[in-house]
């Protein structure tokens, strides 16, 4: 196995998601097997209680296991299928440590953060790079995130834990990249100082970069490039210009550009091969249509939505259309502002804030023939929409929301449970699709797998009303309705499950695709 290590310096927020995400991008062009763990620093167990407009989205892998933002782009970038067990947190590791001192795993010795929690973090690093996350596929090549930047007290352990995997591993079996900021004065020159004084935080830790990437908004000269060498003991030809590109998949290519492969695979003694290009052509095809699409939202931070706007961007590599998103919060939009789009999508949330604004878009849509997608919170809206206003139910609500009739809500198999987040259904579910749907024909099966995150489901008591009113359950998993349409032209389905999480550009999602489709269609006979 060969890791490639991922740190930060400088400043958060610098990009070393997409940078892992790249660097694996790059590798797996040229045929290599790679899988990547993620290393979040916080005392959570997992980023399922926080708060999105805090951390960002909450994504969701196929076993359930509520993650980092950072997954997603693992997952998107790389075409795998990763587990809980990639996301390693601070709270897993010390609750793992504990449990095993309970039971006398340590034989009384004194337990304390090296070796012990240094060890099981090794341990768990070992043990994630090794599982398949392509089928039929054993990795080759483990990228490792560590989350937040070097210096705080929270990463320590961390990154002594790595320190000592660069000990214990052969040299050629670990490549560490360390990302900073190269910011440029007012005349134009980029200044090295904070990369000379993050590597030098870096090697007091006893870590010795091989590859520097320095983000900035254009690259650097070789002269720049030769400064940072100087002070660093780092090749020149290993310091990385990575400016900010216009769309993060396009950044592999301005990585390719750099060298960074070539520096990668000398360093861990790969290979050389040349890259397979069908990514490349792929992100580089050129728009021969545009749409604008509505996202009604009531967090009104985009990062709370990033799995969504990949998805339609993916949709819209596949179908050559540029895909433009107005977000309109859920408390304060005029239905004006939805005349002027071409589509409309209600994605997830929780809590009762901004529903009534949601439930007067999806009647917007539905009345006004404009395509919509509803997505988990979106889909039970749609029913409660439609119960309301067709079925003859006017005090249709959720058992979240409140008093009324509850046409979602808490099934009886789940109502006993009582943890927080005991009741969600997480992770892949399997749905089976009714013939001749709009939805059927989208993914051309019988039987689908999505990802699922929510607590509340369609009340069994409604269904056959909600039908005999013309409302389309058109997917089901057992006693749960899981797809709702209608008999209509203009595109209008939703999904309890979240399709944006199985969404990837080389494999965009059939829910994406079919509702930018009927954007685009749409859009044509407006013109007409």
């Not at 062009?29 to 990547?36: K, Q």
């Not at 609750?95 to 304390?112: C, F, H, N, P, S």
């Not at 728009?287 to 939202?297: G, P």
Request: include cysteine.
């Amino acid at each position: 196995m060969k890791y490639i290590v991922v740190t930060g310096g400088v400043m958060s927020g610098l990009g070393k998601g997409i940078t892992t995400a790249s660097i694996g991008r790059l590798l797996k062009n040229r045929g290599y097997a790679v899988t990547a763990v993620k290393i979040d620093p916080y005392l959570n167990i997992d980023a399922g209680t926080m708060n999105p407009g805090q951390h960002g989205e909450v994504y969701v892998l196929s076993d359930g296991g509520e993650v980092d933002l950072d997954l997603g782009n693992y997952e998107r970038f790389l075409d795998i299928e990763l587990t809980s067990a990639h996301n390693i947190t601070t709270g897993k590791v010390y609750r793992e440590v504990i449990e095993k001192e309970r039971r006398g795993d340590y034989l009384g010795a004194t337990v304390q953060i090296i070796p012990h929690i240094t060890a099981q973090i090794k341990e768990f690093i070992a043990h994630a790079a090794t599982l398949q996350v392509t089928a039929g596929e054993v990795p080759e090549i483990c990228m490792v995130e560590v989350g937040g930047t070097v210096g705080d007290i929270e990463s320590m352990p961390f990154l002594e834990a790595v320190r000592e995997m660069r000990a214990e591993l052969p040299k050629e079996d670990m490549a560490l990249v360390h990302v900073t900021l190269v910011p440029a004065d007012n005349m134009g020159d980029h200044k090295t100082k904070p990369t000379q004084h993050s590597v030098k935080a870096l090697r007091e830790l006893g870590l010795q970069p091989d590859v520097i990437v320095g983000r900035s908004d254009y690259i650097m000269s070789p002269s720049t490039k030769k400064k940072i060498s100087a002070f660093t003991d780092v090749s020149a030809k290993a310091v990385i210009s990575a400016i900010t590109a216009p769309d993060i998949y396009q950044v592999p290519m301005e990585m390719e550009k750099e060298g960074l492969a070539e520096v990668i695979t000398e360093q861990l003694h790969l290979k050389a091969r040349e890259p397979e290009n069908s990514w490349y052509t792929l992100i580089s095809r050129e728009s021969t249509a545009r749409v604008s699409i509505a996202i009604v939202s009531k967090y009104g931070i985009e990062d709370v939505y990033i799995s969504i706007k990949e998805s339609l961007k993916h949709a819209g590599f596949a179908l050559s259309t540029e895909v433009d998103i107005r977000w309109l919060d859920a408390e304060t939009f005029s239905t004006s502002e939805l005349a002027d789009v071409d589509g409309i999508l209600v994605p997830g949330g929780f809590g009762h804030r901004g529903i009534e604004g949601k439930i007067k878009a999806i009647k917007y849509a539905r009345t006004h023939s404009k395509p919509y997608l509803g997505l988990c919170l979106g889909f039970q809206l749609a029913v409660i929409e439609y119960a309301r206003n067709v079925a003859g139910i006017p005090d249709a609500t959720s058992e979240e929301m409140g008093p009324g009739s509850h046409v979602i809500a808490i099934l009886p198999e789940q109502e006993e449970v009582e943890d927080l987040g005991g009741t969600m259904r997480l992770g892949n579910c399997t749905a089976d699709l009714r013939r001749g749907t709009r939805v059927h024909a989208l993914y051309g099966t019988d039987t689908i797998t999505e990802r699922h995150r929510h607590r509340y489901e369609v009340n069994p008591e409604y269904i056959e009303q909600l039908e005999e009113a013309g409302l389309v359950f058109s997917g089901t998993c057992g006693p749960r309705m899981e797809t709702c349409e209608l008999n209509q032209e203009t595109f209008f389905l939703a999904t309890q499950f979240h399709p944006e999480f199985k969404s990837t550009p080389t494999h965009p999602s059939p829910p994406y695709v079919g509702f930018v489709e009927a954007c685009r269609k749409q859009k044509i006979l407006n013109q007409e």
